[in-house]
């Protein structure tokens, strides 16, 4: 394999990204397909948003209302916001830590095509006979009730896509312990690195909870088992606690990162070094803790009793604390910075009051009493939209415009970003706050229409309006990306002029190999050290130039996938078909034979000679 | 990232020495195994022999647990250095599976 | 780095598991998927335990009538003693003594069938006397606890064979140590689950 750069066609192109086991086109990847199921759920959020506009509206029917709601929350939750998080996450944090690679640089291309098999699995629900239609939250009852393969297809392609995302994160916890280079203690990781960390961790104790869930919702409805069926001696709130011990850690996993991309952003552009580094580390950490112990609080108005429903109650409200801290200290990064309101700036001020808001919401819901006045009100539509998009959505678009140019060497459009703000921001709230008065108001969640006497018109066109806006700088944003692409004007490294860590330092476009030569680390913001003591390279090394070890690209995780793919259907057709056990058969065989094939071949990598390394200055 | 494992030729004497040394371990393991059996039929006794279940339950769940410490902390060395990292998130996943089996115990059929 | 070079027992690394990069990551990484693992075991006993003896009212199973304790006590015995002899070929490969290696997996793998061979003995009595998966919510609960187990020792054993086979003419390396490290440690977790199932299920559903 050669290490000079050459141009290829389109297959080869193709054939490149397919087996790619490089952690920054496994980002791309991450990229382009998590921003597929964005805009998929958009529209499916647009779509509900023209229901609810007027009331007794028929746009769309109560059944097919249903399968829209549940396929925007799970496709926006698992398709959208933690793929693109791991874009980033894979784009970055290796390069943040002075790493060549991740550690399993073959299970992060599995994972990632577990992932968008999964996606692809659950999405095909819609051409074949009806997607899920119990919400996100699946609850057992109802899921089990539902007639058809939607819920089949929910369970099955959740289960493959879930296991893509357990990968990663055992992936990136093996990274961020063994990869880290030489200096790079755990004192002095960017807090974008911190969060993925603490964010995996979260991933490796929630993710086997929920497929077990799956599980058990899989051999209920296709394998005659009998978990949640109460004439069978089963239990339904099995499912509830199932789902929820994944599911608020799950809201961690998304918002950590969230936080670390603020934390780099406030420190970057308030030409600051990030205030209170060290109980920011502590904050992240702690709030990880806690995110494992308050999942009942979504089960208040279950009937778990008093006792538990008090425990649970502290416990949430603990949560405020820690993230109180970081508030706080990303206000004190500002104060008294240099500041330049860049488009990722924005963002970073914009996130502070709507998280804040959200976060109350989130508080107020925490004690147990009130939460039997707002659930299943829009009131907590209203709450988990301001800390996810408030939060999630922020930071994702906050990234792409910071990152844009460390993974594609290019700059976004400032000008065109500021507008995508300002529409997403005014649209955002616009949509949103009013539902906390909705929810107030009475009006329930997840209901398909209303009816014009009960006042709720004015209230739900002001929010459908909101969700125009937001479209709109959507598509300002696409439109800016085109643009940028097509213009393709390379830009080099540190763009902003004011890069703190590792990532900036590296020559663009980055070469495959991450480092020539493994950096040392010398403290907290490295680039910004060695910037400042006047070094030219950015970085000090601390190794000569030698031979470098890669991994060999590989065929074999998309395979393996394809596999699971093929048994899926096998499964979700079971009992029915005829051919169902064969193909179910026939899938697991694909994929075992793959992973036999993986076990058995040799595969040592190659190495990049030192002359080779030598004679060049980066490219791909 | 050095990229060779440095070959270090052990002496007569190391080499002997560690062989014994290994030696020694293997012995200890057999002892671990031998305690193992014996807890294992200390709790099938108990059962059989048809105690209380007040005091048979705590007491195979106590031999239980030592037992897999046994098996943690010699069978799969996590007693040996290197294993810090490794032990925190095995005992954190202990925990929470703790945590996990307590609140399905208790509240999944009270009310 | 030669992955495939050769070594003596006198320059044969003290941790050859731990030596390369690879190796390093492979041990953590595994470590922790075991910690993940255990989360997933507590989700499965949780809910047995939720589930225990509970089925359409008149069942006549429960864990008191169902349960014999001989057979698993048997099924311990071997399971334990395969943790054992898997320890043994880890104390070879160590020594770099390979054939001794290979041979204790060899008695792991008879080990490991053998005690699939009785379980599946036992789920197949429990259905003849109309204890099958779909009978009650215990009846599911108690397949699917044991029967992850079984699945798990069911991929242990393909795991140490593809080992066996394939590593038998390539001798040791860095390169596969790792593997050969990793695999005994997934069946000791076998093992480690193993004795909560046979406390948790077994004997605690005797006494009741």
């Known amino acids: 394999m050669s290490s000079i750069a050459q141009k290829k066609g389109f297959g080869a192109t193709l054939w490149d990204y397919l087996t790619t086991v490089d952690h920054k086109k496994i980002a791309v990847m991450y990229l382009i397909a998590g921003g597929l199921f964005f805009v998929i759920g958009g529209i499916e959020a647009m779509l509900i948003r023209i229901q609810l506009a007027k009331p007794d509206n028929d746009f769309v029917s109560a059944g097919l209302f249903n399968e829209i709601i549940t396929m925007h929350g799970t496709t926006m939750i698992f398709l959208a916001a933690m793929p693109l998080l791991f874009a980033f996450m894979n784009a970055v944090m290796p390069l943040q830590i002075g790493a060549r690679d991740v550690a399993f640089p073959f299970l992060n291309s599995l994972g990632f095509w577990l992932f968008l098999f999964g996606g692809v699995f659950l999405n095909l629900s819609w051409f074949m006979g009806g997607a899920p239609d119990a919400g996100w939250t699946s609850y057992a009852s109802l899921s089990l009730a539902s007639p058809g393969h939607g819920i089949d297809f929910y369970a099955i392609g959740l289960q493959i896509a879930g296991a893509g995302t357990y990968i990663a994160g055992i992936n990136f916890l093996v990274t961020i312990i063994n990869m880290r280079a030489p200096g790079m203690t755990y004192m002095r990781m960017p807090l974008m690195t911190w969060t993925t960390f603490v964010a995996s961790a979260l991933i490796l104790f929630a993710f086997p909870p929920l497929t077990i869930g799956l599980f058990f919702l899989i051999l209920d409805r296709m394998f005659g088992g009998n978990f949640f069926d109460h004439t069978m001696g089963g239990n339904t709130i099995i499912w509830e606690h199932l789902f929820w011990i994944f599911g608020h850690p799950e809201v961690y996993i998304l918002i950590l990162p969230a936080f670390g991309i603020f934390s780099e952003i406030f420190a970057i552009f308030a030409r600051k070094r990030l205030f209170g580094y060290s109980s920011m580390v502590f904050a992240t950490v702690l709030i990880g803790f806690l995110g494992f112990m308050v999942w009942a609080h979504h089960m208040f108005t279950v009937g778990l009793g008093p006792t538990a429903n008090a425990i649970f109650a502290v416990a949430t409200m603990a949560i405020a604390v820690p993230t109180g801290m970081k508030i706080f200290n990303w206000l004190l990064t500002i104060w008294g910075g240099s500041i330049k309101v860049t488009t990722p700036m924005l963002y970073a001020l914009g996130f502070i009051p709507s998280f804040v808001a959200g976060g109350v919401t989130g508080v107020m819901q925490g004690a147990a009493p009130l939460d039997y006045q707002l659930h299943d009100s829009y009131f907590i539509v209203a709450h988990f939209h301001y800390v996810i998009v408030g939060g999630v959505v922020l930071a994702i678009l906050a990234a792409l415009h910071l990152w844009w140019p460390l993974m594609f060497n290019q700059m976004l459009s400032e000008t065109l970003g500021k507008w995508t703000f300002w529409f997403f921001f005014i649209g955002f709230h616009l949509t949103f706050f009013i539902q906390h008065f909705l929810g107030l108001m009475g009006m329930p969640r997840r209901v398909f229409t209303f009816g014009a006497n009960q006042g709720w018109d004015l209230f739900n066109l002001i929010s459908s309006i909101g969700a125009i806006f937001m479209a709109i700088g959507v598509v300002i944003l696409v439109v800016n990306i085109i643009i940028t692409v097509v213009k393709n004007v390379p830009v080099g490294n540190d763009p902003w002029g004011d890069g703190r860590t590792l990532e900036w330092a590296i020559p663009q476009p980055v070469p495959f190999y991450n480092f020539k030569q493994t950096p040392l680390v010398r403290g907290l913001d490295t680039f910004w050290i060695e910037k400042q003591e006047g070094n030219k390279e950015g970085m000090t090394y601390a190794e000569p130039i030698s031979d470098i070890h890669m991994p060999n690209n590989s065929f074999v995780p998309f395979v393996m996938t394809l596999g699971l793919f093929i048994a899926g259907f096998g499964a979700l057709y079971n009992g029915e078909k005829d051919w169902a056990v064969p193909v179910l058969v026939l899938g697991l065989a694909i994929t075992f034979a793959s992973m036999a094939v993986r076990s058995i071949k040799d595969d040592h990598g190659y190495h990049i000679h030192k002359e080779d390394l030598m004679n060049e200055k980066g490219g791909k | 990232m050095s990229h060779d494992a440095q070959v270090y030729v052990k002496s007569d004497t190391e080499f002997n020495y560690i062989k014994q040394k290994r030696k020694q371990d293997m012995r200890g393991q057999i002892t671990t195994f031998a305690i193992m059996i014996f807890l294992t039929l200390i709790a099938f006794a108990a059962v059989a022999a048809d105690f209380s279940k007040y005091l048979i339950a705590p007491v195979i769940l106590l031999l239980a647990a030592v037992q897999v410490v046994l098996q943690l902390y010699y069978f799969m060395h996590a007693k040996e250095k290197n294993h810090n990292v490794a032990m925190f998130f095995l005992i954190f996943g202990a925990f929470l599976a703790f945590v996990f089996i307590l609140t399905f115990l208790t509240i999944i059929w009270w009310g | ?208």
């Open chain 3, 1 to 208: 780095m030669d992955l495939d070079k050769k070594y003596t027992p006198q320059t044969w690394p003290d941790h050859p598991e731990q030596v390369t990069m690879e190796g390093k990551n492979k041990f953590l990484g595994f470590w922790l998927f075991l910690g993940g693992e255990t989360v997933l075991f507590a989700s499965l006993f949780a809910t047995y335990l939720a589930l225990k003896n509970k089925g359409p009212s008149g069942m006549e199973f429960s864990t008191q009538t169902l349960f014999e304790l001989p057979l698993v006590f048997v099924m311990t015995m071997i399971l334990l003693t395969s943790s054992l002899t898997s320890v043994y070929a880890m104390y070879h490969m160590k020594n770099h003594n390979f054939k001794g290696m290979q041979l204790w997996l060899g008695i792991t793998v008879a080990l490991g069938l053998s005690f699939l061979a009785l379980e599946i003995y036992e789920f197949n009595h429990y259905v003849h006397l109309g204890f099958n998966y779909s009978q009650s919510a215990f009846s599911s609960a108690f397949f699917t606890l044991v029967g992850t187990h079984g699945i798990h020792v069911v991929v242990g054993l393909v795991w140490f064979i593809l080992l066996i086979v394939r590593n038998a003419k390539r001798g040791f390396s860095l390169y596969n140590a790792p593997k050969y490290y990793t695999a005994s440690l997934y069946w000791h977790f076998i093992d480690v689950v193993w004795v909560f199932i046979f406390t948790v299920v077994y004997l605690m559903g005797v006494v009741g």
